[in-house]
């Protein structure tokens, strides 16, 4: 029996490095403080599986902050990000989640700001002329007041998080342009909307800059075969008669597809 003492105990101290050595990321113990803020498409609204306690703010999950929290075992996350939320609400009922101790913010806002729903609303029910006036208004209202707007939250961010690094997301264009064998809007309007997409995301872009925030966008990966209009593969929800919150929000893909890999490569 003694000659099986050393290769038994070379083998338990070889395993026990083999676990050590080999930990996942999930696994391993970790000095960052993460707090999710912003609107709907950081609640994780469209993907289901949400939380009782989040109540109206619709929190998921299934949203890219928990899924980056789960996969990389933070030493705190906190999600208040919250449906409807403009700039506004970060600054009045989110920012004082953040303090010096975060190390980690991300955050997605702006959309409403410019009437993001209303516009959608709008441009399904009223036709052509009217969504693409309505876009017009938006889109004004995106280069002359919203700038500011961030301006302020962002400010509010960096002052109750001074040593955070700041992940500010775009959000997608929505529509696959110029396949016969999409029903509802018009070409032109959803063209018209994805413009309205790309200037909103350009001033948040601009505003994310000019305070050193990171910028994550999101954009090419919906692009890549999974606007509304690609069928199956779709990871954003057409307008949904049954569930109108969810319309024009990420599925539980695009949170998993789209978000997830665009804010863990800005993430750090």
Known sequence: MPKFRLPLAAAVVGCVLALVLGASPAQAATSVRYVALGDSYSSGVG????????????RSTLAY???????????????????????TDVTANQVSSLSSATTLVSITIGGNDVNFAGVMQDCVLYGTSTCVSEVNAAENQARTVLP??????????????????????????????????????????????NEGADVLDGVIQSAAGRHGFAFADVRSRFAAGHEICDGSSSW?????????????????????????????????
């Open 65 to 87: 902050t928990q899924l980056w929290a789960s996969a990389h075992a933070p030493a705190s996350y906190l999600s208040v990000a919250c449906s409807g939320a403009k700039t």
């Open 47 to 58: 993907s289901g599986s949400y939380t009782a306690s989040s109540g109206s703010c619709l």
């Open 236 to 268: 954003l929800h057409n307008v949904d008669w049954s569930d109108l919150v969810q319309s024009y929000h990420p599925t539980a893909a695009g949170q998993s597809g789209g978000y997830l890999p665009a804010f863990t490569g800005a993430a750090g």
């Open 148 to 193: 500011g707007k961030l301006d302020t939250v962002y400010n509010n961010i960096r002052a109750h998080a001074p040593n955070a690094r700041v992940v500010v997301l775009s959000y997608p264009r929505f529509y696959h342009v110029g396949v016969w064998y999409c029903v509802g809007l018009s070409d032109t309007s959803r063209a018209k909307i």
